[in-house]
């Protein structure tokens, strides 16, 4: 079965400097798809980023911008210029065309 | 309003009820799911739904029953709640073609 491992509860960083949040993944599929989602406190889930496995190119959205590395089954985000906004616990999920699975979550704090 | 919507956003029951689990989507989106969400587990896929009258299990389906007779609801039912069972619960959907899946707000659950 396909796990999500994200070895960071939790992630503190200051306002205006980057953070870097891990995942691994373990899977045996070629055609995969990997997504971190953002959870703040009022419990929605919220889209940041995906990438498509096939390709290679990192995905980017606007302060937010992975590092994949497919060979190693790694998927980590990068959240620059922190804002107070950014807060939240952080999902980092997989999703096959029969699969659908999230990491346990790191919680991220930023001071102001 | 176009979007993910879940009832009751929260219930308690007691231990033996059955209870019902309402999720309604406007996108006429072809999948949808069912998570649950506890501490330390990230959110876990209970079941899923390519299209309707399709259903197929996930992660952890024991003591969960699913129906997906309309494209738009998909209503989870717990046949005779327990404790354990103690969780919020999300719902959420996707296209076919589009894999990053849409959350309804989540419905808190508690068993006693």
């Known amino acids: 079965a396909q796990t999500v491992t994200q070895s960071q509860p939790e992630m503190s960083v200051q306002e205006a400097e980057t953070v870097t949040l891990s995942c691994t993944y373990d899977?045996?599929?070629?055609?995969?798809?990997l997504f971190w989602y953002k959870q703040p406190p009022s419990r929605q889930m919220i889209l940041v980023i995906r990438?498509?496995?096939?390709?290679?190119q990192n995905a980017t959205e606007n302060r937010f911008s992975v590092n994949f590395q497919k060979a190693a089954k790694s998927f980590s985000l990068k959240i620059s210029d922190s804002q107070l906004g950014d807060a939240a616990m952080y999902f980092c999920?997989?999703?096959?065309?029969?699969?659908?699975?999230f990491g346990a979550g790191t919680r991220l704090t930023v001071k102001p | 309003d176009a979007g993910i919507t879940q009832s009751p956003r929260y219930k308690i029951t007691e231990t033996g009820r059955q209870v019902t689990l309402m999720c309604h989507q406007t996108?006429?989106?072809?999948?949808m799911f069912w998570y649950r969400q506890d501490l330390g587990h990230g959110l876990r896929l209970i079941y899923y739904?390519?299209?309707?009258?399709?259903?197929d299990k996930g992660e952890v389906p024991d003591g969960y029953v699913v129906s997906r007779s309309k494209t738009e609801n998909f209503p989870l039912t717990l046949e005779s709640a327990t404790r354990s069972q103690t969780s919020v619960y999300f719902c959420?959907?996707?296209?076919?073609?589009?894999?990053?899946?849409?959350f309804g707000p989540g419905t808190r659950l508690t068993v006693t």
């Open positions: 959420a959907s996707s296209g076919l073609a589009v894999y990053e899946q849409y």
């Open positions: 899977t045996s599929e070629s055609d995969y798809y």
């Open positions: 990438q498509e496995a096939y390709k290679q």
């Open positions: 999920a997989y999703r096959s065309s029969n699969d659908m699975r």
């Open positions: 739904s390519a299209a309707a009258d399709i259903t």
């Open positions: 996108w006429s989106h072809s999948y």
